[in-house]
């Protein structure tokens, strides 16, 4: 008698969510490990372009057209000509996790040779616990083959649930547009295997193009902002996320896991279009960074949307002296809110 496979983990708990302005070939790559699962594909751009995906997977997908049809005056909060317009699709999944990947990111090996499986090292890392309250020298102790190291307090072994998966990329790195000039050939060729929580109240620049997130927990926050075009700033939509997602996860005592897994990143984008659109973010994020390293939430805000919104307010308040911009990004951080909670009613708190 043959063993029947086990069921992908997840499998009807997780979508897929995918930005991209063209064919979707890539996913041939990932067929192993895609196929079982839900795709969510937010087409950018040009509307009317027919966007192909290869036979076998379950998806659907959306256009501008379909965004404006379905959150009718608040798809403003939606950016248009920028990856940013992932968030979409975190919007209108009705699952559980969201998996976001980038169409220029293809399965990595491990040192070994092996293919790796990324969606199951996210799940793995969303499924265990986080450690942000005290850091273990020996990194995730909820791996295998791993504990918390003498000394570490016994009263915060718990750990606290996992919010957001991090993972990293080998070959082209997450640059910014100064260090790809000045280093155009550099690639990241080190696997190191590792998983480790990110301290309570310290911040990180989050990638989204290899990122796993629990959409209960923290859903409503992962908001890519305004970006592209029509914006004076591109480049910037999940690291916006990942700073306000942080500090709200910090408060609402959540976990932020980075490290494995790892994708291979296969193209590197042009350098001086990237300049043009990180300019004023470059400068910007000098006043931004230590906005969020001093925000503050107060008790009354103990749901993700109360937290949201405050910080809203907060960023249109402090930041808003720094650029109109960011009182026009607080709206539509507001907006976006009220969008999430009309398409999630069941949630909206």
Not at 165 to 188: C, F, M
């Amino acid at each position: 008698m043959t063993a029947t496979a086990p069921p992908p983990p997840l499998k009807d708990d997780l979508d897929i969510v995918i930005p991209t302005i063209r064919n979707l070939d890539f996913l041939e790559m990932w067929r192993p490990f895609f196929q079982p699962y839900h795709l969510i594909i937010v087409q950018d751009g040009d509307p009317s372009k027919t966007i192909k995906v290869p036979d076998g997977f379950d998806y659907e997908l959306y256009n501008r057209n379909d965004i404006n049809k379905i959150l009718g005056p608040k798809a403003s909060c939606i950016s248009f000509k920028d990856s940013a317009c992932r968030c979409f699709g975190y919007m209108v999944s009705k699952k559980k996790y969201i998996y976001t990947i980038d169409d220029d990111c293809f399965v990595a090996k491990d040192p070994s040779g092996k293919d790796i499986n990324a969606l199951e090292q996210h799940i793995k890392n969303l499924l265990s616990p986080s450690t942000p309250h005290f850091f273990n020298t020996l990194y995730d102790p909820f791996r295998e083959g791993t504990d918390f190291v003498r000394g570490y307090p016994f009263s915060l072994r718990e750990g606290v649930p996992t919010a957001v998966s991090h993972g990293l990329w080998l070959n082209i790195p997450d640059y910014d547009a100064p260090t790809q000039l000045v280093k155009p050939l550099e690639r990241n060729t080190r696997y190191v295997d590792v998983v480790l929580t990110i301290p309570k109240g310290t911040l990180f620049p989050m990638c989204g193009m290899n990122l796993g997130f629990d959409r209960d927990l923290i859903g409503p926050a992962m908001y890519f902002g305004l970006m592209g075009d029509g914006q004076p700033i591109g480049r910037y939509d999940d690291m916006w996320a990942g700073w306000c997602t942080k500090v709200i996860c910090d408060h609402l005592g959540l976990g932020v896991k980075t490290g494995l897994p790892y994708i291979w990143h296969s193209k590197a984008s042009n350098p001086f279009v990237n300049l043009k659109k990180e300019y004023k973010g470059i400068f910007w994020q000098e006043e931004i960074i230590p906005f969020f390293q001093s925000a503050t939430l107060s008790k009354d805000s103990t749901t993700v949307q109360k937290c949201y919104l405050e910080l809203a307010k907060q960023v249109r308040e402090k930041l808003g002296e720094v650029d109109p911009y960011f009182v026009k990004l607080a709206d539509a951080m507001e907006t976006w809110i009220e969008a999430w909670d009309e398409l999630n009613p069941a949630k909206a708190k």
